[in-house]
C-alpha cells in the first residue's frame, strides 16, 4: 500500500512509503545513506535534510536553530512523511559544522587597518648615514642615534655592548647603508631599544617576525607572526615540559623551590617553547634573528617560573606574586630563540591566581567592548573566569587539572591531529560514532572529545549522575579495566597506536572535579557580586582544550550553565590571541596593562561558599538538576 | 504580658518510613516501626507536633566482636556468642529496632560465606519481633554478595539493608526493590553527596519512602560539631522543599564513641577520666542525645545503660509537647 512518494535529490527513483513513515525510513528504503550516529534519537543533529517541497511532520527538532527551520531543515529520524515530499541530503561535510550548538574558535585575523607604522613598536628603518671624513669626527654611535632621529624622531637609544662591538665592522662594510631595528617601546616618549644593525640589501625584502606566547601550566602555545603584515605565520602548541614535574602550578612552585628544581623547571618550559619556536622557524624559511619581539602570556606561575624568579610566595597566604607588571626584557636573558637584542614583553597579570592569561584574554574575548554584563571563562588548568562589562570586571580562579586539555586522562591527548574531538553514542547499542581530527585512525581523546564522551555515556545511560560507569549494560565496550570500570571508545583494530582507547572510572572523575571547579568558580563569582549567573548576556569561552566546543554538550555534563546556546561564543586560546594582539598594536598592550589595573579580584580560598558549590556540581549535571532545565528535559 | 512566640511555617516534610513488617503486610515482625514525617525543627512541639519519636536501635553482631571494647562484652556477656540471644537481649533491653552489623571478616580471615551470613539473618529474625537492619561492611563486594541472598530469602520483611554509597548501590537497591526492603545510604558528612547518593538510589525506581539516610556523624570531642551541622541543614533543606534530602536519619553514635580510646581503653589513662563504664556509657549517651537533637531519627547504640539514658532524654524531650 502506497501512501506518498518521497524523492530524495540523490536517487532517481522516488520511493513509495505509508503515511506515518520516518524519512530515515524511506532512506533506507531506497538505498539512500543517511548516517545517525545517536541511532536515530533526534540528539546529535547529523541527519539533518532539506525539504524542498512537501508535507512533514517534525517530532524534534533539537539541535536545529530557527533559522535552520525556516531554510527547511528537518532530522530525518524525527521527521514524519504526511505527503509527497522532496528531500535534499546535503553532503556530511557541510552537515558537520552548521550545527546549532557547534561553536568552532575563529581564526585568527589581522586587526582591520593595521598600520606597524602607526601601531607597531618594532620598526625597521633603512638608514643612509654620511660617511664618516677628516671634517666630521663624529663617532660611529652619534652618526647612527643622529641619522635615525632625523629619520623617525627618536632622540634617546639603548643598546648593548655586543651590539656597539658590531657596530663598526656593519657600518664599514654595508657602506653606510643599513636597516636599523629598533623598539620603541611602551612609552612612546620613553628610550627607544637598539635591537638589529645590518646591512640595507641584506634587510631589503628580509622577514621581520615577532612570536606570541602562551605559556599554560599544561600546554604552549606559539604564534609566529610577520609584524610586517601582522599576520599569523604559524602557529604550534605542545604540552609543556614541566608536565612531569607536577601537573598543576602548586605542585610546580613546590618542586620549584627545592634545590635546583626552579632553575630545572626554567630549562623545561624554555625547552618547550624553543622547539616549538625552531619548528615554527624551519616551517616557514624563517631565521630566528629576524624574530625581534615576543611577548609572553600565561598564568603568574608560569611567568615566573619561565623568567625564573622564584613563585614561592604565590603558594603561601597572602598568596602574593614577586611582580605583576614585568618591564620589557632582553631575549638573551630570558633564553627563548630569537634575536638575542630582541624585546621579550611579558604581560601583566593581577595576583597569584589571575595572571597576564586573563587580562590577555580579557582583552582579546572583547569583554570590555560592550556594556552588557558578559562572563569570559578561560578553561584551563586553572580556570579563570571574569565578570563583567566595559565598567567593571571581577575576577576569580580556580584548580580543574588538567584533563580539558587532555593530560591526566589515560587517553587524553592535546587537540591534534588523531584526536577524538567529538563522539556520539548510539542510545540503544551503546555504540559510538566520533570525528577524529585530521579524519585519520585515532590516537587519543581531546578536551572537546572528553566532554563530548562523558555527555553522550551521560544521555545514554552508560554513566548515572554520579559519573559510575553501569556495569550491568549488555555491551562489551563496559568493562573492567585496570582502572576500575571502563568504555571502550575504540577497539583497537581501529586506533593508529594498536591499543583500545578506553575512559575509565578514574578519568571521569578528573572530568567531574573539572567540571565542577569551573562551574562553581562561576556561581561563587556571580553571588559575590550579586547578580544571577544568567544576567550574563554573553558567555565567552576561552581554552586550548579543542579547536571546537559543543555548547549543548558542556552544558549535559554542568560545565557550562544552561542557558540559550546563542549566547556563548568559542573563542579558542584567548590568552595567545591576547599576547598576538599586544604584539601588534601598542594601545592593546596598553589596554592590557588596563585591564590588569582595573581588575577586582576575589580569592576563593577566603570563601567558604566555594567548597559547598563544588560539591554540589560534582554530579551529571548538578544536584540541583532545576538549573538544567535543558538537561532535564534531554534525560526524559 | 503575653509573648507572641515566633514560628516558622515550613513548606517541606520529612518522608514517613515503616520499618518491618508485620504477618498481615507480608512479614514476621510482631509491630513495626514507623520514623520520619517531621514537619519542624526537632522537638519545636509549638510549631508541629512531633510525628513520630526518635527510636533506638541496638546494634549485634553474627558473632562475638572482638574489636568491641572489653566494656560492652562485659556487660553483654554470653549472648554475644549467639546473635538470636543477643537480640533477644537487646529487645529485653528496650530497644526498637535491632542493628545487624556484618564484619570483614567472618569466623576465620575470610569474609563471611553468603549462606552463614543468611542463616545468622534467620536466627535473629526468629528470635526477636523488632523490625532488622541489616549492614555489610561497607566493602562493595562483600555487601553485595551477602545482602543479595539475605534480600532473597528474607523477602517481604522490609528489612534496612546496606550499606548503599556512592559507588555501591545499585545492586542493593535492585535487590531492595525486588524484595520488598528498605535501603540505608551513608555519605560522608556532606549535604550534597547525601542528596546525590538519594538521587542515584530513586533514579533506579526506588521510592522515596524506602530509603533512610546515614549522613555519618563523629563522637561528641571527635567531630560531632561537623556531623551535627550536617544532619541540622539536611533537615533545614528538607523543611525548605528539598524532596532528595527528605528522608529519615540514622546514625550510629554506638560505633563512633566506642571506638575512641577513651570508651575503649580502661588501664593506664588518667585517674581524672573517672570510672571507665561510665565513661564510656556517658560519652555515648550524650553523644546521641546531641545527635537526636540535630534531627537524628534512629540512633544506633552499643551499651544497654545508654539505651535506658538516652529513653529517658528522649521522653523528657517528648513529655515537653504537653506542656
Known sequence: MTDYLVRFDSHPEPIEVQTGALLVEAARRGGVEIRQPCGGQGRCGRCAVLIESGQVRRRSVLRLSKADLEAGYALACQTVVEGDVAVVVPPAEQIQRRLTTDHVAPEAVVPEGYDPARVQTVRRILLELSAPSMDDQTDDWGRLCTALRRATGVTRLDTTLEQIRRLGPVLRASEWRIAVTIDTGRDPNGAAHLIRVEPATVAEGAPLCGLAIDVGTTTVTVWLIDLLTGRVQFQAGEYNGQISRGEDVISRIIYGSKNDGGEELRGLVLETINTLVDSACSRTGIDATAIAKATVSGNSTMMHLLLGIPPESIRLEPFITPINHMPPLRASDVGITMNADGIVDPLPGVASYVGADITAGVLSSGLRSSPETALFIDVGTNGEMVLGSSEWLVTCACSAGPAFEGAGVLHGMRADIGAIEEVWIDGRTYEPTSRVIGDVAPRGICGSGLISLVAEMFLTGILDKGGHINQTLATPRVRRGLHGAEYVLAWSKETETGDDIVITRVDIDNLLRAKAAIYAGFNVLADRVGVPLDSAERVLIGGSFGKYINVEKAVDIGLLPDMPWERFDFLGNTSVRGAYLALLDREARAEITEIASSMTYIELSADNSFYEAFTSALFLPHTDLSRFPSVAAAMT | ?323
Open chain 2, 1 to 323: 504580658m503575653p509573648i507572641d512566640i515566633p514560628m516558622d511555617n515550613w513548606p517541606g516534610s520529612v518522608k514517613t518510613v515503616t520499618l518491618g513488617a508485620t504477618s498481615d503486610q507480608g512479614g514476621t515482625r510482631s509491630s513495626t516501626v514507623t520514623i520520619g514525617g517531621d514537619q519542624s525543627l526537632p522537638f519545636m512541639h509549638f510549631e508541629k507536633p512531633t510525628a513520630n519519636r526518635p527510636v533506638i536501635a541496638m546494634e549485634i553482631a553474627p558473632a562475638r566482636p572482638a574489636e568491641w571494647s572489653p566494656v560492652l562484652l562485659e556487660t553483654w556477656s554470653e549472648v554475644v556468642d549467639d546473635p538470636g540471644a543477643w537480640a533477644n537481649a537487646c529487645e529485653e533491653a528496650g530497644a526498637d529496632l535491632i542493628v545487624l552489623q556484618f564484619g570483614l571478616k567472618g569466623a576465620g580471615d575470610e569474609p563471611i560465606a553468603a549462606d552463614l551470613a543468611t542463616s545468622a539473618v534467620k536466627t535473629v529474625l526468629g528470635a526477636t519481633g523488632l523490625p532488622l537492619v541489616v549492614l555489610g561492611p561497607g566493602q562493595a563486594e562483600i555487601d553485595n554478595a551477602i545482602l543479595v541472598p539475605i534480600a532473597d530469602e528474607t523477602k517481604g520483611e522490609r528489612l534496612v539493608l546496606g550499606l548503599c554509597e556512592d559507588g555501591n548501590y545499585r545492586t542493593i537497591v535492585a535487590s531492595a526493590m525486588a524484595n520488598d526492603h528498605l535501603v540505608l545510604g551513608r555519605t560522608p558528612m556532606d549535604v550534597n553527596l547525601a542528596k546525590q547518593l538519594n538521587i542515584l538510589m530513586t533514579d533506579m525506581g526506588l521510592p522515596l519512602d524506602r530509603i533512610v539516610m546515614d549522613p555519618t556523624t563523629g563522637a561528641l570531642g571527635y567531630g560531632i560539631e561537623y556531623g551535627y551541622s550536617v544532619m541540622e541543614r539536611l533537615r533545614l533543606a528538607a523543611l525548605q522543599g528539598d524532596a532528595m534530602t527528605q528522608l529519615p536519619m540514622m546514625v550510629n553514635p554506638g560505633f563512633e564513641t566506642w571506638k575512641t580510646k577513651e570508651s575503649k581503653v580502661g588501664e593506664g589513662v588518667p585517674e581524672a577520666w573517672g570510672e571507665w563504664t561510665e565513661r564510656g556509657v556517658n560519652w555515648e549517651t550524650l553523644t546521641a542525645v546531641s545527635l537526636i537533637e540535630a534531627g537524628a531519627n534512629v540512633v544506633v547504640l552499643r551499651h544497654p545503660d545508654s539505651l535506658k539514658r538516652v529513653r529517658a532524654a528522649i521522653d523528657d524531650l517528648m513529655a515537653f509537647e504537653t506542656v
